[in-house]
């Protein structure tokens, strides 16, 4: 066994050891104790949103052809709602739901077969109505809504990642498009606002990826978090940078990324924030059960979420109860299956 995989099975064990107190299971559990993983369930790309006292979560479901909701009151005891959107796709990920209360109205942008859709219902529960695909070969799509009441469309386009040569790696970037309203275009083009220039964020030869943003606005400083490196791998880590406008320019932080394999997790990634009952801030993300190479065997994981005094971000790492930590369930190279 390499001394990677000693080292992290050292961390891991030692967190957990931390955490003895806790269900076996780590599902439905309070702060007390290890909170994860949230849902024993398959489950990724958590996108919480907290609407009249409730949380609902939407997320990668298994299998992807379909959106489900699952619905808690304390973040950490949920329940499986009702499927609230299928469009004939096997190919369903990362939905983003936003609430407006100007129309009473919940937007859905979807990604299904590298295409960014859209769908409105008036109820977090849907369902959703479909309105169409509004973006081609783009996934990861997240609204933002500024202070002074201007929208943003962030998302990932991954136009490379179609057809590509097998000499050439897959290239995702960042890009925001202004909306009029939640749902209307300006009729302006997009941005290039992020793309993969540091190591943490590129597999040498298969994947240059910078996607899942969340954008928020803290003292006048725009962040915009994202994951970087490739979802089936045990490096994909989440990290930031910083604005002083939506549009930016952004500058990447050094402390990037701020939750990785370094902190015995496999995979940490593609996360949503949420204020919790007690009025502190918590990060939901999706952690790899093992740290084999393409992979998506994922669940959800919650952890404390930090806006440090001096601006920069920070947030625990707790990993799964459920995480394989067997000599199997470990690759030291990537190797395509």
């Known amino acids: 066994m390499s001394n990677f995989k000693v080292f992290a099975i050292l961390i891991v064990m030692l967190a957990m050891t931390a955490c003895s107190d806790s269900n076996q299971s780590g599902a439905g559990q309070g702060p007390e104790g290890n909170p994860n993983p949230l849902i024993t369930d398959e489950y990724a790309d958590p996108h919480v949103l907290l609407h009249e006292g409730v949380y609902y979560m939407y997320g990668t479901d298994s299998p992807n052809d379909h959106y489900n909701v699952y619905t808690s009151t ?23 739901v936003y ?16 295409k960014i859709g859209l769908a409105i219902a008036s109820s977090p529960l849907g369902p959703f109505v479909d309105q169409g695909i509004k973006i081609q070969d783009a996934i990861d799509a997240f609204l933002f ?11 990932e ?9 097998a000499d050439l790696p897959v290239i995702g970037k960042l890009w925001v498009q202004p909306l009029q309203t939640p749902s209307i275009f300006k ?4 941005t290039l606002v992020i793309e993969a220039d540091q190591p943490w964020e590129i597999l040498p030869t298969l994947a240059e990826i910078t996607e899942a943003p ?16 490739m979802a089936g791998d045990k490096n994909y880590a989440i990290g930031y940078a910083t604005a002083s406008s939506p549009m930016g320019p952004w500058t990447k932080s050094a402390d990037s990324p701020i939750l990785s394999v370094a902190d015995g997790l496999s995979g940490p990634g593609h996360h949503s924030i949420a204020t919790g009952p007690d009025g502190n801030l918590y990060m939901f993300y999706h952690q ?10 994922r669940q959800v994981a919650i952890d404390r979420f930090t806006i440090n005094d001096d601006g920069s971000l920070s947030v625990g790492a707790t990993p799964l109860s459920t995480q394989c930590l067997t000599e199997e369930c470990y690759s030291d190279a990537p190797v395509l299956q």
């Open 145 to 155: 809504k500024d202070s002074n009441g201007d929208w943003y469309l962030y998302y």
């Open 187 to 190: 009729d302006v083009a997009p």
């Open 74 to 96: 304390d973040m950490y005891n949920w329940q499986e709602g009702p499927e609230i959107f299928r469009i004939g796709s096997n190919n369903m990920w990362a939905p983003d």
């Open 214 to 229: 969340w954008v928020f606005e803290h003292k006048g400083t725009y962040y915009m978090m994202y994951s970087g490196n």
């Open 288 to 297: 790899k059960l093992n740290f084999l190479f393409n992979d998506f065997n």
């Open 157 to 165: 386009a991954i136009k490379e990642a179609i057809n590509i040569p």
């Open 99 to 114: 609430y407006d209360a100007d129309t009473s109205l919940f937007y859905l942008w979807y990604s299904a077969d590298y």
